[in-house]
């Protein structure tokens, strides 16, 4: 491998770093220099996300921080390094796996900063370490997107790119993506020390998990009083939360490998990703997902899956299957009543309305399968339908218009049963009219081809304020093109 053991050049910036990670040991990680790219320039840049880390409006400006998005300098007070860790893929124990292609450059205020595509590093495997164009821009604006929705996410803080080369299906052009996020720390960190017998390298991990971001932890009243019994107690809890928002938005991930899932309940790693257009409840968003493992309505399960792999490996600390199954059995009803609650908001009715209203939202959602109802469209148009006591544009969208009658009938019955009217406010600010389609992503992609950045930046701009009307963005609210259901997502990035 040839990858950069020392910097070019050192960077100062108004960014004061922390490196509590590089703290935790050599066993951690392998500190090394991200790979250079030539001549980079900016793509795009959150400026939401800037804000999180303090950086001033000019910051775009400087070619300082171009250089250093873009693995060419060094940030001074930055200790770069990649991280181990393991994990199962698409079911199955993949062994020791780590950043291949992303570099930890420390803390900045609060917030771990990331470069995602800097270049080989000693767990690219047979990768190259390289990110893509396409891929970049795909995850730079989901991740504002998500965020914009309520839901938790790491964030973004930029993308650059680069004309260097990088081969995929086919020969494409290189991109580095800067993420934020409170901590990157996995599923597969913990699996990776589990499985060695590594248990002091465990517990060192736990113990810094713990005191960084789940203190609460050490002060647990959970039966036995065991810190680690309740460090997973609040990663189901997340992981429940963080699930129920997918399935009530329509997000399909498409590789949810352990090695994907956030210690903080955060959506990581957009590759295949999909917010839904037609709502179907099997569907498979990665098309090297053969089997359909992380098919749209296996995900929640799919996430229980991962968090027994979690507890897996957190049982020498735990010490208690008991303690460990306790806290496991929790996520099914956790999910189950989020789900609920956030279901009721679309729907602009209370959480506690009726036992009844958990059968109509079962029954909807087969209303929208049977007829393959554009998921963001109905929800919007039902949401000014309340507002407007007209449902005529929400009943044209479905082909068996007496079934939706007979539900839309029990609908109007229980909202006139719970005299339920300031509810309906809030659903304009619940069901977004702009959500990240992967269509919006390939336009903007293919202008960004050919040097035109605009169409990415004016596409965030939308999707970041997804609840507002936007009449200058109405197109985007329509109707997908026929040729976006040909569109084809893979794990190759």
């Known amino acids: 491998m040839h990858y950069r053991s020392t910097p070019a050049q050192l960077v100062n910036t108004p960014l004061n770093w922390n490196n509590r990670f590089h703290q935790l040991g050599a066993g951690f990680y392998t500190p090394l220099m991200p790979q250079p790219v030539p001549s980079p320039y900016w793509v795009a840049h959150s400026q939401p996300a800037a804000q999180l880390l303090g950086l001033n409006d000019d910051w775009v400006k400087s070619n300082a921080l171009l250089q250093a998005f873009s693995g060419n300098q060094i940030l001074a007070g930055c200790q770069p390094l990649a991280s181990v860790y393991s994990g199962h893929q ?212 799919i996430a229980h899956w991962n968090l027994y792999a979690l507890a897996q490996a957190l049982l020498p600390l735990v010490e208690s299957q008991e303690l460990a199954l306790q806290a496991l059995d929790t996520f099914k009803p956790l999910f189950a009543k989020h789900y609920h609650r956030l279901m009721c908001a679309k729907l602009g009715l209370r959480e506690d309305s009726s036992a009844d209203a958990g059968t109509l939202i079962e029954d909807l959602l087969v209303l929208l399968a049977h007829d393959r109802v554009d998921y963001p469209i109905f929800w919007r148009r039902l949401s000014h339908a309340r507002m407007q006591s007209h449902y005529e544009p929400v009943r044209d969208l479905f082909i068996d218009r007496l079934a939706w009658d007979a539900w839309l009938l029990r609908y109007q019955e229980l909202i006139a049963l719970y005299q339920q009217g300031p509810e309906a406010d809030l659903m304009l600010k619940t069901n977004p009219k702009y959500v990240l389609r992967n269509y919006l992503c390939e336009e903007a992609i293919e202008a960004a081809r050919h040097k035109d950045f605009s169409a990415v930046q004016r596409l965030l701009q939308v999707v970041t304020h997804p609840f507002d009307e936007q009449p200058q963005a109405q197109a985007m609210a329509g109707f997908p093109p026929e040729w976006a259901s040909r569109i084809e997502i893979s794990c190759s990035s």
């Not at 800067?178 to 017998?197: D, K, L, W």
């Not at 899932?261 to 179907?280: E, R, V, W």
């Open 90 to 301: 698409f079911g199955q124990w993949a062994g020791q796996l780590g950043d291949g292609r992303a570099l930890l450059l420390g803390e900045a205020n609060g917030l771990e900063v990331q470069l995602k595509g800097s270049g080989l590093t000693p767990y690219s495997r047979m990768g190259d370490g390289r990110a893509v164009l396409r891929s970049s821009i795909r995850e730079f604006l989901c991740s504002e997107a998500m965020q914009a929705l309520g839901i938790p996410t790491t964030r973004a803080l930029c993308v650059t790119g680069s004309d260097l080369p990088v081969r995929r299906e086919t020969m494409e052009t290189a991109a580095v993506v800067t993420r934020v996020a409170p901590s990157f720390i996995r599923f597969g960190h913990f699996e990776h020390f589990a499985a060695r017998g590594q248990t002091d390298a465990l517990r060192t991990l736990a113990d810094y998990v713990i005191e960084r971001y789940y203190p609460a932890c050490l002060h647990t009243e959970a039966p036995g009083g065991n810190a680690y019994a309740a460090l997973l107690q609040q990663v189901v809890e997340r992981t429940a939360l963080m699930l129920a928002h997918w399935q009530a938005v329509g997000f399909c991930h498409g590789v949810m490998n352990t090695d994907n899932m956030n210690i903080l309940g955060l959506t990581l790693d957009y590759g295949p990703f999909a917010l839904m257009d037609a709502f179907n409840p099997g569907h498979i968003c990665n098309h090297t997902d053969h089997a359909g493992r992380y098919a749209f309505d296996a995900q929640p399960d």
